[in-house]
């Protein structure tokens, strides 16, 4: 056991994390989340051995998350803001939510959680101590999404997210209407991780502008006005009104979204796509229950936003194509059941909020799609701490390739056509490329 773990270990035995007058018998590292997905953070993986006070053995599943070495890679990572609103959430928030957003006939199933067991967020020079410790949710059967590709997921993960997340979301209109004063306070004490203590988001807009633009290129050479190889001229003029009014600064146009308006907004999970799902399945291997963990960037806001991200993420260009209503349908349809007699949002104002909000979903699938799809290795994250605007876009852009150029231009292409078209019945999104997307 390393030094810090052993710290960890002895503080959560300290502050009665294993039950009072428990005694720390070992802790052995099972392993470290070295995945793309994973580089806000250094997490691992262990058991603690532990006799209770009455002499009894033991063993419980660990999972560690510490923020970054270095002062630079913390800041850039935002880290003590995220692990401020990880212990705050586990640590007072979903107390108060489960306890007034639960319905008190009984009825309904509130959202599974993580089972928290330890906070530390001391920042300044103990900061390589801090850490959250959350039971490792394995132990109930639950496991990262049983797909093959890096991405997308099929309707019935999807499915089973969306019921979670509506059963996460439903949370806060019923807590809302049962104490709506206590709600205020406890969320005004959530703190913004997407902007720096500068008013900065983790990218210039040019950087975000210079992401879109690849995928615009890649559309208008497939829907040119002079007949490309699929060529749609509502594209063409859809393509030239998002030029137009959402190119400009696209930085602050998120900036406007991700402000919470009343009375639809919810305590978002903030990151919601497949890297911070865990899935229970049953004996034939269907998903029948979802989890959702790493909860530092939760903010208060749309609803969208969340929605945005993973059907933008994690939803494929077939999968849009065939089951986007039906999703949202199971959302909304989740949402209602869930509510009771608490007014939540119909279809057509989860709609509306799609399109009013949904940018948020676009602009970080535009650099994230990218990331997750690299094949190589990623350069280490200390690497984009000091590089300008023009070397994070020619990092970003190159990531990816062809596939992640596709990808993030098929969800601009399902965003365009949803904002600017004025009638109900569109056709499909085709493509010239045949992409492995399932494999």
Known sequence: MTSKEDETIGDMAAAGAFGTDSRVVSFKVEGLHTEPDQFATCVVYGVATVDDRDGRRHDHR????????????????NNDRQFYNEILF?????????????????????????????????????????????????????????TGHKLSMDFDHLAVALRTLAKFHGLSYRAKREDSIKFKEIIDEVKDTSWSENGEWIFH?????????LALN?????????????????????IRQFESEMMDEPIEKLKHILAPTEPLAVLCHGDFNRNNILFRYDGSGRPVDALPYDMATVRY??????????????????????????????????????????????????????????????????????????????????????????????????????????WVADVLHHFVRSKYARTSILPPIKSTHKLKYHE
């Not at 998350?65 to 913390?74: A, F, G, I, S, V």
């Not at 957003?101 to 199933?109: F, I, L, M």
């Open 301 to 406: 806001g749309s609803p969208a936003i969340d929605l945005s991200f993973i059907l933008y993420l994690n939803a494929d260009r077939q999968t849009r194509n065939d089951h986007w209503d039906a999703l949202l349908d199971v959302y909304c349809a989740t949402l209602a059941e869930e509510a009771g007699d608490v007014s939540v949002p119909n279809r057509n104002q989860i709609d509306a909020e799609m399109l009013e909000y949904g940018f948020s979903g676009l602009v970080h699938v535009s650099f994230f799609a990218r990331v997750m799809l690299e094949e190589n290795l990623m350069p280490d994250s200390s690497s984009f701490v000091d590089a300008d605007d023009s070397k994070l876009l020619e990092v970003l852009s190159s990531n990816g390739g062809d596939l992640a150029t596709e």
């Open 218 to 238: 890649w559309l208008k050479e497939r829907h040119v006005e002079n007949g490309g190889s699929d060529y749609d001229k509502n594209v063409v003029k859809w």
């Open 205 to 213: 807009s040019s950087v975000v502008k210079g992401l879109f633009a």
């Open 62 to 77: 660990l999972v560690m998350k510490y923020k970054q070495p270095t002062p630079e890679l913390r800041q850039f990572c």
């Open 90 to 146: 586990y640590e007072r928030i979903a107390p108060f939510l489960l306890d007034r957003g639960s319905r008190r006939d009984g009825t309904g199933t509130p959202p599974k959680l993580c089972r928290y067991l330890y906070g530390r967020n001391g920042c300044g020079e103990d900061a390589h101590r801090d850490v959250v410790v959350l039971g490792n949710a394995t132990v109930d059967g639950y496991r990262a999404a049983a």
